[in-house]
């Protein structure tokens, strides 16, 4: 069974703070994404990563980035956390082949005060 | 851009009675379509997929979904509800595919299944 692991349930960080999100996955999957998911709006695709190193923009990048020095890992950052980041932080994996399902961790609920 | 929706926020059915989650889709070309569910303070987990084939889709946990290119739609179905089967569930189509294998999936606004007993 594929395995993504998100270092935290839960996290409550102050305006201003930097914030890093972490996520590691046990399959050898070249395909990592970060998604956002809020009420009402579903899930939101903030960044992808197809490969160690590479790194793309997703629906809502703005005030986020990413690390992908490891195949297995992939940091989520805030690089100056605001309060309208409170969010469930979802990370999945992929295998590249067509019509692979994303396999998810179990999430990280950020707040921002 | 590829876009799926789901125009039902709720659905309420009693245990023991089939249920019905719906998804629509607007693509060009062929979709890659997705069902997953997420219970309360998990992930998503992955139930089933449509991408080419048989129309109806067999996935996990009882749960079948029926493509249907005239209406483009992608309902998702189970003969007989389970109080376990509450939770929220999404459709999901791919958008996208590029030569190194990435594709990304762009997921609906989900619908809350509640299954009374």
């Known amino acids: 069974d594929v395995k993504v692991t998100q270092s935290s349930r839960y996290l409550v960080k102050r305006t201003g703070e930097k914030v890093f999100l972490e996520c590691v996955q046990d399959?050898?999957?070249?395909?990592m994404f970060w998604y956002r998911q809020d009420p009402g709006l579903g899930l939101r695709l903030i960044y992808f990563?197809?490969?160690?190193?590479?790194?793309e923009k997703g629906d809502i990048p703005e005030g986020y980035s990413v690390s992908r020095e490891k195949k297995e890992r992939f940091s989520l950052i805030l690089e100056s956390a605001s309060t309208n980041q409170t969010s469930m932080y979802l990370c999945?994996?992929?295998?590249?082949?067509?019509?692979?399902?994303?396999?998810f961790g179990n999430g990280t609920r950020l707040t921002v005060t | 851009a590829q876009s799926v929706a789901q125009p039902e926020d709720q659905v309420n059915v009693a245990e023991g009675n089939p249920l019905t989650v719906k998804c629509t889709y607007s693509?060009?070309?062929?979709?890659?379509l997705f069902w997953y569910v997420q219970y309360p303070n998990r992930g998503l987990q992955f139930l089933l997929k449509?991408?080419?084939?048989?129309?109806l889709v067999k996935g996990s946990y009882g749960f079948e979904a029926e493509f249907n290119k005239s209406q483009t739609s992608f309902h998702l179905k189970k003969p007989s509800a389970l109080v376990s089967d509450s939770a929220l569930y999404f459709c999901?189509?791919?958008?996208?595919?590029?030569?190194?294998?990435?594709?990304?999936?762009?997921f609906g606004t989900g619908t809350r299944l509640l299954v009374s007993p």
């Open positions: 999945a994996s992929s295998s590249p082949l067509r019509g692979a399902p994303l396999h």
């Open positions: 399959m050898d999957h070249e395909n």
């Open positions: 990563s197809y490969d160690v190193k590479m790194k």
């Open positions: 693509v060009s070309g062929n979709p890659y």
């Open positions: 449509y991408i080419t084939g048989d129309n």
């Open positions: 999901a189509v791919r958008d996208g595919w590029m030569n190194t294998g990435f594709q990304k999936l762009v």
